[in-house]
């Protein structure tokens, strides 16, 4: 079993920057890589990052290229979401995933373990 705990959401105007951590334990070793994930209201779960810890492979969604930098410290099985120049559109509650083998990475399916969210929003 995994647990990944969010933090470092918050209110920020349009512009601003937000640095989003998650935190894994428990079996660490079963993470093929980890993924960031957002809700915004009245629509589906997306996908907008994810990094393939041993290698530092990293994907984005192209609403967020150029923008947002996702990293990992191996050494304390955490992940970073650097989000700059954020839009009132990026407004949602980002989810930390963890992927297990197989899949593609922008698919919920691919990911067996999630955080409980954390609230990100912009002001316009």
């Known amino acids: 079993q995994v647990s990944l705990v969010e933090s470092g959401g918050g209110l920020v105007q349009a512009g601003g920057s937000l640095r989003l951590s998650c935190a894994a334990s428990g079996r660490t070793s079963d993470m093929y890589a980890m993924a960031w994930f957002r809700q915004a209201p009245g629509k589906e779960r997306e996908f907008v990052s994810a990094i393939r810890t041993n290698v530092g492979t990293t994907y984005y969604v192209d609403s967020v290229k150029g923008r947002f930098t996702i990293s990992s410290d191996n050494v304390k099985n955490t992940v970073y979401l650097q989000m700059n120049s954020l839009k009132p559109e990026d407004t949602a509650i980002y989810y930390c995933?963890?992927?297990?083998?197989?899949?593609?990475?922008?698919?919920?399916?691919?990911?067996?373990?999630w955080g409980q969210g954390t609230q990100v929003t912009v002001s316009s």
């Open positions: 995933a963890a992927k297990v083998p197989g899949g593609s990475y922008n698919s919920l399916s691919s990911y067996g373990y």
